[in-house]
């Protein structure tokens, strides 16, 4: 009789996960439909034809601030923090206010339309949690399945943003935490993700980019340790990416003394006057035209230096999105920089970079390794899976999100207490 109500408690257990991941991946999938087709249309449909709209960057960081300023505070959680915020309602040290989904998509357009670099993934994620919240409210979900229900959140917005639905069940449970997976999450994860995924493409008929690997290198011990080397190289740089971007952060804030407002209009100035030097739009917005241009022909030589500075600015300094694209952007053009010192195939090189700079600097090895699997057709699968984790075990206790708990190091030379996070490993070390 014991072991009967065990199964019943386990079945009834499942089931209440799996609802409650239907009706996030069901919302998540249409409100990530709106913010893809939104982005679309103000980046590509109107900045593109207006380019002089880059002159109201500033103006547009004054509005994204005076929201978070005024609006985004509520019993000491702050939707500034972003990711940030989620990963911290996760291990239950914050809450995630509701809020949060609406505001990032609002900021996250301002930032696109005036051309800001950005991404779409990190809107794509905090909309997930703030859903996930609302659901945990309305249905009076209890504390021990707040976390499941949260991370179920996080792998619906990345599995519909990027149509990639197994990367995302293990985003989710991989993005909060360094050296641990809470596999007991997965059920959820994946029912949200795959749901979110085919309500995106399925019903609202969005089609996402895609990228092709023209061949791959013969595995051989050469081939393998060019890759070793490349990765490593890949690494390093969403290290660079990090510590800029967050080393922009601290100080604007301290300048400024955390108002936003000033932080953003600052940051708008910079990026007006980087795209006046330069005489180019390219690195402003999304940059998927040279991303895509990076897996077929060369592109100028520092495009991932110029790319890697816009988003550390631009995010840096107040203004939201998601940091992916960006980072595919760095890594892919940065391969093609590389392709011209080592003989391997263009489009493997790009594709590498892309996937093993993400790696490093969201410290989600598993699910970089499973994005490549998904967005390249399973090509180079061995080479892909020896560069996620050689990027993820040399970019050490770094990373796009402070908040990232750390479970287990990467090495036994880094002294740090089980449960720190990426912020207080960094400032011990550094």
């Given at each position: 009789m014991k072991k009967m109500g065990k199964y019943k408690l386990f079945l009834f257990t499942i089931i209440r996960w799996i609802i409650f991941a239907l009706i996030i991946g069901i919302i998540i999938g249409s409100t990530t439909a709106f913010l893809l087709k939104t982005n679309d249309f103000l980046g590509d449909g109107i900045r593109k034809n207006n380019p002089w709209?880059?002159?109201?960057?500033?103006?547009?960081?004054?509005?994204?601030?005076?929201?978070?300023?005024?609006?985004?505070?509520?019993?000491?959680?702050?939707i500034a923090k972003g990711n940030n915020l989620v990963i911290e309602g996760v291990h239950g040290k914050a809450t995630v206010l509701k809020r949060l989904g609406p505001f990032v998509y609002i900021g996250t357009f301002i930032t696109i339309l005036f051309g800001g670099s950005t991404g779409r993934e990190g809107?794509?994620?905090?909309?997930?949690?703030?859903?996930?919240?609302?659901?945990?409210?309305?249905?009076?979900?209890?504390?021990?399945?707040?976390?499941?229900?949260?991370?179920?959140?996080?792998?619906a917005g990345f599995g519909a943003a990027f149509g990639t639905p197994i990367t995302g069940a293990i985003f989710g449970m991989e993005m909060v935490a360094v050296g641990k997976l809470k596999y007991e999450a997965l059920v959820a994860c994946l029912v949200a993700s795959f749901v979110g995924h085919y309500v995106t493409e399925g019903i609202w008929g969005i089609k996402h980019e895609s990228f092709h690997i023209k061949s791959v290198p013969e595995v051989s011990g050469f081939s393998f340790t060019k890759v070793i080397i490349m990765a490593i190289i890949f690494s390093l740089v969403s290290v660079l990416y990090c510590?800029?971007?967050?080393?922009?952060?601290?100080?604007?804030?301290?300048?400024?003394?955390?108002?936003?407002?000033?932080?953003?209009?600052?940051?708008?100035?910079?990026?007006?006057?980087?795209?006046?030097?330069?005489?180019?739009?390219?690195?402003?917005?999304?940059?998927?035209?040279?991303?895509?241009?990076?897996?077929?022909?060369?592109?100028?030589?520092?495009?991932?230096?110029?790319k890697l500075v816009y988003t550390a600015i631009t995010m840096g300094s107040g203004f939201?999105?998601?940091?992916?694209?960006?980072?595919?952007?760095?890594?892919?053009?940065?391969?093609?920089?590389?392709?011209?010192?080592?003989?391997?195939?263009?489009?493997?090189?790009?594709?590498l970079g892309m996937i093993a700079v993400f790696a490093g600097g969201a410290n989600t090895p598993i699910a970089a390794f499973l994005l490549s699997v998904e967005m390249f057709d399973g090509k180079g699968i061995e080479f892909f899976f020896v560069a996620c984790f050689v990027s993820f075990i040399f970019?050490?206790?770094?990373?796009?999100?402070?908040?990232?708990?750390?479970?287990?190091?990467?090495?036994?030379?880094?002294?740090?207490?089980?449960?720190?996070t990426i912020e207080s490993v960094e400032k011990k070390d550094g």
């Open positions: 709209l880059i002159y109201f960057l500033p103006l547009g960081g004054i509005l994204i601030g005076f929201m978070y300023m005024n609006y985004g505070k509520k019993n000491g959680n702050d809107a794509a994620i905090q909309m997930g949690g703030s859903i996930a919240q609302s659901v945990i409210q309305f249905l009076k979900v209890n504390k021990l399945d707040t976390k499941i229900v949260l991370m179920s959140g996080i792998s510590q800029l971007r967050h080393g922009i952060q601290n100080v604007s804030e301290k300048i400024f003394k955390k108002n936003h407002m000033k932080r953003a209009f600052v940051g708008g100035c910079v990026i007006v006057l980087l795209t006046i030097v330069l005489g180019t739009t390219d690195y402003n917005g999304r940059g998927l035209d040279m991303l895509e241009q990076s897996f077929l022909e060369e592109v100028p030589t520092f495009a991932f230096l110029a939201v999105g998601g940091e992916a694209i960006p980072l595919f952007f760095i890594g892919a053009t940065l391969g093609n920089t590389l392709s011209s010192f080592i003989d391997l195939p263009l489009s493997f090189i790009a594709a970019s050490g206790h770094h990373g796009l999100w402070p908040s990232q708990k750390v479970y287990e190091p990467k090495s036994r030379l880094y002294r740090f207490i089980k449960g720190e």
